[in-house]
Nanobody
Framework: EVLLVESGGGLVQTGGSLRLSCSTS????????IGWFRQAPGKEREKVSC????????YYTDSVKGRFTVSRDNAKNMEYLQMTGLLPEDTGVYHC?????????????????????WGQGTMVTVSS
């Protein structure tokens, strides 16, 4: 059974920090890029970041560059998203996803394109 389980969400004030974790099992973690996407209430899914499995190359959507840092531990089948300088517009459910190899720049969570598995998400709420 494939599982991706996110944790670490919560309620923080503007400017605060959170560290999200994604625990995975049931698939070969080391062969997939791992991405994060989010969905705010009433809005479409939005790609947040992605990290390749081999060389650790990372991608970020423009709105989180310089504030969020993605990392992975292939030995533990874990991925992390360190979020700092949080803003109210960062509020949403954050999901991790197994992204097909080579698709970090092209995957599209709006249409579930380029991703094979994803978790149920963890809620992040940033108060103003």
């Amino acid at each position: 059974e494939v599982l991706l389980v996110e944790s670490g969400g919560g309620l923080v004030q503007t400017g605060g920090s959170l560290r999200l974790s994604c625990s995975t099992s049931g698939f070969v973690f080391g062969t997939y890029a791992i991405g994060w996407f989010r969905q705010a209430p009433g809005k479409e899914r939005e790609k947040v970041s992605c990290i390749y499995h081999n060389d650790g190359t990372t991608y970020y959507t423009d709105s989180v560059k310089g504030r969020f840092t993605v990392s992975r531990d292939n030995a533990k089948n874990m991925e992390y998203l360190q979020m700092t300088g949080l803003l109210p517009e960062d509020t949403g459910v954050y999901h991790c996803a197994a992204v097909l190899p080579g698709q970090c720049s092209a995957w599209n969570p709006k249409k579930f394109v380029g991703m094979q598995y994803w978790g149920q998400g963890t809620m992040v709420t940033v108060s103003s």
